[in-house]
Nanobody, 117 residues
Framework: QVQLVESGGGLVQPGGSLTLSCATS????????MGWYRQAPGKQRELVAR???????YYAASVRGRFTISRDNDKNMVYLQMNSLKPEDTAVYYC???????????WGQGTQVTVSS
């Protein structure tokens, strides 16, 4: 059974930092493209960042320079370090795993991030 479990969300003041974690099980982690998405109230889910098995990364323009995605292929974990948080970063953040070989597209349950003073 495939599981993606996010943690690390919470309430933070503008300018603050949070680190999200995603623990995976039931997949061959090394062949999966891992990503973080977010969905704010009334808005569509959007890609925040993704990381390939070899470490190549992509960031949405809105978070580039503030967020850092990383992965640990030994621990089957992916992380999102978020710095200089803004109120517009408030959303539910979801972990996503997409297989680069064969089928496989999985989502976590999401973790709430609220940036507010």
């Amino acid at each position: 059974q495939v599981q993606l479990v996010e943690s690390g969300g919470g309430l933070v003041q503008p300018g603050g930092s949070l680190t999200l974690s995603c623990a995976t099980s039931g997949i061959i982690f090394s062949i999966y493209l891992m990503g973080w998405y977010r969905q704010a109230p009334g808005k569509q889910r959007e890609l925040v960042a993704r990381i390939f098995s070899g470490g190549s990364t992509y960031y949405a323009a809105s978070v580039r320079g503030r967020f850092t995605i990383s992965r640990d292929n030994d621990k089957n974990m992916v992380y999102l370090q978020m710095n200089s948080l803004k109120p517009e970063d408030t959303a539910v953040y979801y972990c996503n795993a997409v297989a680069t070989l064969g089928p496989g597209d999985y989502w976590g349950q999401g973790t709430q991030v609220t940036v507010s003073s």
